[in-house]
């Protein structure tokens, strides 16, 4: 098993230059001069970075907006949180701690953004805990008979799921461009 191995180890990195009859040659000297190039056509590299792919579909840059507009509401909020300080039922300690959450969770949601627009791959998961935890939230504002509060916090997020799994979606954060 061992010999095996060895010989599978060897194969793997036989070097680049051949010897014959004590003289080193290489592949790029063997080639004929007046070689005719194939008809075969080129593959072209995939690029991975989106600079590089330049165009983003439709459903990636309406997805991004839709984040960022998200983002922009929830930290809107965390203002309006810091605000109040001092003034409502919580102690000082919990309403800051309530303050730095939801800036947390709106810094959060731009960074998810913004990675969507670069292609980053975890960006998925990301969105989907984020889009879940609304969806979770508007079922408890629709319970507590709130139900303009729960539509701002289902319908985008319900958007933004169903847009997440879209094919253009997966092929901007597999790093395919067409």
Do not use: D, Y
Not at 89 to 101: D, E, P, R, S
Not at 151 to 164: E, K, N, R, S, T
Request: proline share 6%; charged share 10%.
């Amino acid at each position: 098993m061992l010999i095996t191995a060895l010989n599978g180890c060897r194969r793997l990195f036989r070097p680049a230059v051949a010897t014959v009859k004590g003289e080193a040659t290489s592949p790029q000297r063997n080639r004929k001069p007046n070689a005719v190039p194939t008809s075969e056509p080129q593959a072209t590299p995939r690029s991975s970075t989106p600079r590089e792919r330049g165009h983003r579909p439709p459903t990636v840059v309406t997805l991004t907006v839709l984040l960022l507009l998200q983002a922009l509401a929830v930290l809107g909020v965390a203002v309006v949180f810091a605000l109040e300080i001092g003034s409502g039922v919580l102690n000082l300690g919990a309403q800051i701690f309530l303050v730095v959450l939801v800036a947390a969770a709106g810094v959060w949601i731009g960074a998810a953004g913004l990675s969507l627009w670069a292609g980053r791959a975890w960006v998925r998961a990301a969105v989907v805990v984020i889009e879940l935890f609304a969806v979770i939230l508007s079922v408890s504002f629709f319970s507590a008979g709130n139900v303009t509060t729960g539509l701002l916090f289902l319908v985008p997020a319900a958007g933004i799921l169903v847009l997440m799994f879209s094919r253009q979606v997966a092929e901007h954060l597999a790093g395919l461009h067409r």
